[in-house]
């Protein structure tokens, strides 16, 4: 059996079988079914979307032997004839290759002849922007007046280089790109009739690559099947692209998520081996950072186009918009600065390196750029982090060679935190660790988010200091981060999830949010999570405000530094010296 390229074999007979352009095809049968029959059309896309298949099918629609249908039967000579590109009053054009006035006027001289086979005598012209003005002309002469038995069918991918005359008189139809979505359901259909086996993951990578274009992605199919030898695996198509698995790309803004820069790393090292287009790498990391950004301002703007809905909603709420705002710019001038690198490799991991250096802090901690990273203690998944207090009299230098080399215990950071209390000019000295580790617990929170706070206290002002204590994490933690409290009744609590931040909330983290808050402040509570417009501060809302307040005090602190005064002239211009306000370390 002679082997049948895909996009040949799975080429669509009829309009029920096409994917996409459900638009246009519903007006074409419409028109078809009433009989109301225009003499001249046009179909505009680009390539591979579906113009001259639509023709073709319209060809059949307009002569199949069973009368005028939306529907041919597919049976009769007409029909079958088309199929095989061998019926007579079909006559196929391609004008990219006959643009000569003489070809057109031979063309259209047998325009006049009654069709042979048919009911009508069909011109599929395509690519017919290419036609000579000569042409044009000749072509408009019988648009004006076109005898009852012929019918023009005409694709271009540039429209716009069609003259207004010919455009005006006929009924235009505009293809779409169709969307990774529809291609991966098409791929999942074939695949399934050819009984190939695939992982979904290297499905979405031939949807992207093709680019909206049907035709392009079954040949990217036919390709890979070939490549692959049998089954389409994630690792194998990234290979036959030379694209990036999204899969690594969301590993890196996980890594940046938990500012883990062990596993930033690591995930470099692993996309290595596959020896990909490092360019390609930051490429991919803005277009996952843009689709975040616009996650967390419009969350329903987010399609499920790439298969990866659920994961950038996630991202989005776990970081702070200024955060990805910040990580983008970083991103965008790695991808400048990539070709001045040592190598791309390097080149990429100081980007990120960047970006989790320049990282704005939680509360607690300041927005200055001094987070050290040492892969061999991130290695130990454990943290350490120490922030200068922006006093005018601190250089930046002092903090940073005295836990670039520490392995500090969390009772040892502790005692550095009490001390660091004490003399308010000291660096102040935070631990963080990994929730896959639950045994080591961070720093009890008293030097940290302030006192514990008791029930009798709890109020829209103390809520977010007990929040901070709650020791939550992951979408909890984010989630409660947007809820603003309401109501404090007897052993009764209500909160207000802020509804721009509701869509991944489920019943399970309003049940860790009932335990976390029980056992803090040791008594059972019932805690009731409402979606709504917040009344009060939330402490996401606060951390943004406080953030911002450190920001502008920290950038002031460290202009003289040559980090800052990079990150402030290459990426900072939003800041406004003017509003600086002095930190009061009991703000939190
Ligand atoms: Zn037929």
Redesign the pocket.
């Known amino acids: 059996m002679s082997y049948q390229v895909l996009a040949r074999k799975w080429r669509p007979r009829t309009f029920r079988e096409m994917v996409g352009q459900g638009h246009v095809l519903q007006t074409l049968i419409h028109a078809l079914d009433s009989q109301r029959l225009h003499h001249a059309y046009l179909f505009t896309g680009t390539r591979g979307v579906g113009k001259t298949t639509i023709a073709r099918i319209l060809a059949?629609c307009l002569n199949?032997?069973?009368g005028i249908t939306s529907n041919?039967?597919?049976?009769?000579s007409?029909?079958r004839e088309i199929n095989e590109g061998r019926f007579i009053d079909l006559i196929e054009v391609d004008a990219a290759s006959r643009t000569k006035v003489e070809d057109t006027r031979e063309l259209l001289e047998n325009v006049q002849y009654a069709p042979s086979r048919g009911r009508f005598k069909v011109f599929l012209i395509d690519e017919v922007h290419m036609l000579s003005n000569n042409s044009f002309n000749a072509l408009l002469k019988t648009l004006e007046e076109p005898p009852p038995h012929v019918k023009f069918l005409l694709a271009t991918t540039d429209p716009q280089k069609l003259p207004v005359t010919v455009l005006s008189r006929c009924l235009q139809f505009n293809l779409k790109n169709l969307s990774p979505e529809k291609l991966v359901e098409h791929l999942k259909f074939i695949l399934g009739e050819e009984k190939i086996a695939y992982e979904e993951p290297s499905l979405w990578q031939l949807g992207r690559a093709a680019q909206g274009s049907v035709r392009d992605c079954l040949t990217l199919l036919d390709q890979a099947i070939g490549f692959c030898e049998g089954k389409l695996t994630t690792a194998k198509v990234s290979e036959f692209l030379g694209s990036i698995d999204q899969g690594e790309i969301r590993a890196l803004m996980e890594a940046l998520i938990a500012e883990d820069a062990a596993a930033a790393l690591a995930t470099v090292r692993k996309l290595a081996d596959t020896s990909p287009d490092f360019a390609v790498v930051l490429q991919e990391l803005l277009s996952w950072l843009h689709r975040v950004a616009i996650a967390q301002v419009v969350p329903d703007a987010i399609d499920n186009s790439l298969g990866d809905r659920e994961q950038v909603l996630a991202h989005a709420a776990a970081l702070s918009r200024e955060n990805v705002q910040l990580y983008y710019q970083i991103a965008l001038k790695g991808r400048e600065d990539l070709p001045a690198a040592l190598d791309a490799r390097s080149g990429l991991e100081m980007t990120l390196l960047r970006m989790l250096a320049f990282t704005p802090q939680l509360p607690g901690k300041t927005a200055a750029p001094t987070k050290n990273i040492d892969p061999v203690a991130t290695g130990q998944k454990k943290k350490l982090t120490v922030e200068p207090e922006p006093e005018p009299a601190l250089p930046l230098q002092v903090a940073t060679p005295k836990v670039a080399k520490s392995r500090l215990s969390p009772s040892e950071l502790q005692a550095a935190a009490v001390q660091t209390t004490a003399t308010a000019a000291a660096p102040r000295i935070t631990a963080s660790t990994e929730a896959s580790e639950p045994a080591v617990k961070p720093a009890p929170p008293v030097q940290l988010s302030g006192r514990p706070i008791a029930l009798a206290e709890l109020s829209t002002d103390t809520w977010p200091q007990v929040f901070l204590q709650l020791g939550l994490a992951g979408v909890t933690r984010s989630i409660a981060g947007h809820c603003a409290l309401a109501l404090v009744s007897g052993d009764q609590l209500k909160l207000v999830l802020d509804s721009r931040h509701g869509a991944l909330f489920n019943e399970e983290h309003g049940r860790r949010l009932e335990l976390a808050l029980s056992d803090y402040f040791g008594q059972a509570l019932k805690v009731q999570v409402a979606s709504g417009t917040p009344a009060s501060e939330t402490p996401s809302g606060r951390r943004i405000r406080i953030e911002d307040e450190r920001r502008l005090a920290a950038v002031h602190e460290f202009t003289h530094d040559p980090l800052v005064q990079a990150l402030v002239t290459r990426f900072g211009a939003e800041i406004n010296y003017e509003s600086i306000t002095p930190l009061n370390p009991d703000q939190h």
């Open positions: 059949r199949c032997e069973t041919p039967c597919g049976e009769c007409a029909c």
